[in-house]
């Protein structure tokens, strides 16, 4: 594969400004109508030949935002650019040439009917590049680029293993040479002995291809470890968002430091974490007024339940917190 220019690393490839997305939903059993806030107001950056991390709880919005930035939704409001361009005035066929998802279940994500050679190569064939036996070449690189032998290529998924078949899903998602690899949650359906495997296949063809990524995850530890940058995502906002040492090594949002406190120590006497969250869940059905957070907070304040926090910068990162120095 022929490798990306390492050029400005800090120019936004893929950019999300004030994105907002709403969904029209049945609640109860006489299907009254009301609004899922999915996203409200978000701002992402994905530069060019960058690992971005994305985190947040289940239900806060990671997987719409995925979608809006592959240009399968539409946002409610705000936009989605390719290069300062906006992805919802460019042919679909375009931006699936410069942006590829990576999906997280290699067993769902895969035809299992289809060859591993017809799976992989379809991309080529769908955007018209080369013929059969360049075809052929081109899909035998991408085995030997993710590590399978070239006799998979005339097997089917179901006589591979999870991580043998998530590595066919990442081969496809390059054989158009993408800029960017849109990854969510892309080893949670492996196994832990897997896992590692393919953490370090992104890395290895992210310094080898130089192919930017989101990469989306609730484990904390894969993403301080996979990512440059990292945006913490809460009820639909992005609460905190910088440089990913920076950001798990000092957070500066509530929600960031109770996320840190989650991750489990191999140390047997430490127990369970106490997040210090209460008992209130949040509701994109129902969002609070003034700070999102406020109702799981320790430090929240009148202020914060009536006033919500503008996102400014503290410490070299954007925070959404009114207390955050």
């Given at each position: 594969m022929t490798a990306i220019p390492q050029t400005d690393r800090t120019a936004p490839l893929v950019e999300a400004t004030a994105v907002t997305r709403h969904y029209r939903v049945s609640t109860g059993a006489f299907?009254?109508?009301?609004?899922?806030?999915?996203?409200?107001?978000?701002?992402?950056?994905?530069?060019?030949?960058?690992?971005?991390?994305?985190?947040?709880?289940?239900?806060?919005?990671?997987?719409?935002?995925s979608r809006l930035l592959l240009g399968l939704e539409t946002p409610t409001a705000g936009r989605v650019t390719l290069e300062g361009r906006p992805i919802a005035e460019i042919p679909r066929k375009q931006v699936a040439r410069r942006i590829?998802?990576?999906?997280?279940?290699?067993?769902?994500?895969?035809?299992?009917s289809w060859r591993v050679a017809d799976l992989i190569g379809l991309p080529l064939a769908v955007h018209g590049i080369g013929d059969g036996p360049s075809r052929a070449r081109r899909v035998r690189e991408l085995l030997d680029l993710v590590g399978l032998p070239g006799r998979v290529a005339d097997a089917y998924p179901a006589a591979l293993s999870g991580g043998q078949r998530q590595r066919v899903a990442i081969a496809r998602a390059l054989a158009i040479e993408p800029e960017v690899l849109i990854c969510d949650e892309p080893t949670s359906a492996l196994?832990?002995?897997?896992?590692?495997?393919?953490?370090?296949?992104?890395?290895?063809?992210?310094?080898?291809?130089?192919?930017?990524?989101?990469f989306i995850s609730h484990d904390l530890a894969v993403v301080e470890h996979m990512t440059d940058r990292v945006a913490v995502l809460y009820l639909g906002r992005v609460v905190e968002q910088g440089a990913t040492a920076e950001v798990f090594n000092a957070p500066k949002h509530p929600y960031t430091a109770a996320l840190k406190a989650s991750v489990l120590t191999p140390d047997d006497a430490a127990g369970l974490p106490d997040l210090a969250l209460g008992t209130v869940f949040p509701n994109p059905l129902d969002p609070p007024a003034g700070c999102r957070f406020h109702p799981r907070c320790l430090r929240a304040t009148d202020r914060c339940r009536t006033e919500a926090p503008a996102t400014r910068d503290v410490a070299g990162r954007r925070v959404e917190c009114h207390w955050a120095e």
């Open positions: 299907g009254h109508k009301a609004t899922l806030h999915a996203l409200s107001g978000v701002d992402l950056s994905i530069p060019r030949g960058a690992v971005v991390g994305l985190v947040g709880e289940s239900g806060s919005g990671k997987s719409t935002l590829q998802p990576v999906f997280q279940d290699p067993y769902s994500s895969l035809n299992p196994d832990v002995s897997v896992q590692a495997q393919i953490l370090n296949l992104l890395l290895d063809l992210r310094r080898e291809t130089g192919v930017a990524m989101l």
